[in-house]
């Protein structure tokens, strides 16, 4: 006889959500001009409220909700000062010391992207055609993170909805986990269709909005499942009390080093390296609509991160096992099993896709400019192409970069938030390149070239035989890889420091008339 498949109301709602971002796209689509810019980089129209969404929402993916909540599980509260805690504060930092000079340095030379603001302040072409390809790799884990997380959890709330068509996994005991339910790589083809059709009729503007759209639904909903989940156990006291008495040594027991905790401080510098968010800083109407960003931004990475890991501790207080030995699964597994209400489910479900596309579009959209700007038209020339055609490619290489996303995301890693860890790290170590490219006056072509290179072969070592060589030989990871107690990006970090500093001390300084154009007083940053 079929299965009886299980209620179908958790995905309905998830569908209708994606139908309202669809109909978002066909209204971005009456505000877009045409024109390439407008495309890009908005017109540089955005407000101070839209900026806050679409530069918090672009920060915010499987890596925060999904991957927090299994690190949590994995590791306890410690998490929360690992990553949360430092990235609300070092985030409106950077914001504030490096997003602002950006945006009024790209207004005043009329950039589009981040590589043509170090090729214009090193006076290279080739600085350029070197951080292309590097840049693009690293988002490329980005997007894997999210098209991941998105799988993980539609997998986890469509268990027995579709017996007859999916059968799902059997282990090597013999037992079969996930039947029934949706897989991954349908869940990644759906989500990358519906993000790359609003981001074609409204390109950076169209991402915008939806970013906007996307970090209310997820606040939303995220706030909604923590009270929920948090009643059904009691209350939040009488949840972590749980931990307390059936989990004591996850809480108390310290499972993360001092190095290790400190050193994660380095990570988040990578958003000033981000060139999806370089992008969004672009599209700011003027200075002033920083301030919002700055102020706010912490206190929504608080609203965001800390129902996730208390959710992740709980699930270790209430026994729960992570399906298939997955934490990534954990928060879908929580929602799954307290929460019975299937609306409820959906919209929750909703919240978390929200969060994840969130990323998704800005990447996209990023991608697909730095590929037109900083190849296509360095190599055609600026007036090759006509702004249709400027568009055009930049969509065509978006579909490329997605595709090759999609077919990676087909062989997983075994671990979402150590991937973004790894891909952030990467971001994080350019950061000296950066804030000596708007504060250093002596910094220099061979300098910035040392610091790139030095970065690329450290972090390509650590990498390997961090999270490639234990995944080949089949090894199961347990815990971050360390060096010397540190995270790799510790090292990583102060070599291409250390690089930047030494060559440039030993070269010839650009000119000062040169330097003089990217040097921007206080009085022009509003």
């Known amino acids: 006889m079929p299965a009886n498949p299980a209620d179908t109301t958790p995905l309905v709602v998830v569908a209708l959500y994606l139908g309202s971002l669809i109909g978002l796209g066909l209204f971005t689509r009456t505000l877009f001009r045409g024109t390439s810019k407008d495309y890009f980089v908005a017109g540089r129209s ?10 918090f929402g672009t920060t915010m993916t499987a890596f925060a909700l999904v991957g927090s909540t299994g690190k949590a599980y994995e590791l306890g509260a410690g998490v929360y000062g690992l990553m949360a805690s430092s990235s609300a504060i070092i985030h409106s930092l950077v914001f504030f010391i490096i997003g602002i000079k950006l945006w009024a340095i790209g207004k005043r030379h009329d950039f589009m992207t981040q590589i043509q603001f170090f ?102 909903t995220g706030l909604i499942a923590f009270t929920l989940i948090a009643d059904k156990l009691g209350g939040a006291a009488a949840a972590t009390q749980l931990v307390l008495d059936n989990a004591h040594d996850h809480v ?4 993360i080093g001092k190095l290790q905790f400190l050193t994660y ?101 990023c991608l697909g400019t730095m590929f037109t700007q900083d190849i296509v038209l360095q190599v055609a020339g600026e007036d090759r192409f006509t702004d249709r055609q400027k568009i055009l ?46 504060y250093w006056r002596r910094v220099t072509k061979a300098g910035a070239f040392a610091s790139v290179l030095v970065m690329v072969v450290s972090w390509s070592y650590y990498f390997y035989i961090g999270l490639i060589e234990p995944t080949l030989s089949g090894e199961k990871i347990v815990g971050d890889f360390l060096v010397m107690g540190m995270m790799p990006v510790t090292v990583i ?10 060559v440039s001390l030993v070269t010839t300084p650009p000119p000062a008339e040169h330097v003089e154009r990217f040097m921007i007083p206080k009085t022009d940053r509003g």
């Open 252 to 255: 108390v027991r310290a499972k």
């Open 119 to 220: 090729r214009a302040r090193f006076q290279s072409v080739a600085l350029g055609y070197l951080l292309f390809p590097i840049l693009v790799l690293l988002v490329i884990p980005y997007l894997l993170i999210g098209i991941l997380g998105a799988g993980a959890v539609v997998r986890g709330i469509t268990v027995g909805m579709f017996p007859d068509t999916f059968a799902g996994i059997t282990t090597p005991t013999g037992a079969t986990l996930f039947a029934g339910a949706v897989p991954p790589w349908v869940t990644g083809l759906v989500i990358c269709s519906v993000v790359l059709f609003y981001i074609f009729t409204g390109g950076l503007r169209a991402a915008a909005w939806a970013n906007a759209f996307q970090t209310v639904v997820f606040m939303v």
């Open 46 to 55: 955005i407000g101070p409220v839209l900026l806050l969404m679409s530069v």
């Open 493 to 502: 970090f102060a070599a291409s420091a250390a690089a930047l500093v030494g």
């Open 265 to 365: 401080a380095f990570v988040p510098l990578s958003v000033g390296m981000f060139p999806h968010l370089f992008q969004h800083w672009l599209t700011a109407k003027d200075a002033k609509t920083f301030r919002l960003t700055a102020v706010a931004h912490p206190l929504f990475i608080m609203i965001v991160w800390v129902p996730c890991i208390l959710i992740g501790i709980w699930a270790v207080g209430i026994g729960l096992k992570a399906p298939g030995g997955n934490s990534n699964a954990v928060l879908a597994a929580m929602v799954g099993t307290l929460l019975d209400n299937p609306y409820l489910t959906g919209l929750l479900t909703a919240g978390i896709l929200a969060a994840i596309m969130s990323s998704l579009d800005s990447q996209f959209v």
């Open 393 to 438: 490619l930049g969509r065509g290489f978006i579909v490329a970069i997605v595709a090759l996303t999609y077919v990676l995301s087909l062989f997983p890693p075994p671990k979402i938030f150590d991937l973004a860890v790894w891909c952030f790290s990467g971001f994080a170590s350019l950061f000296p390149l950066v804030f000596a490219a708007v």
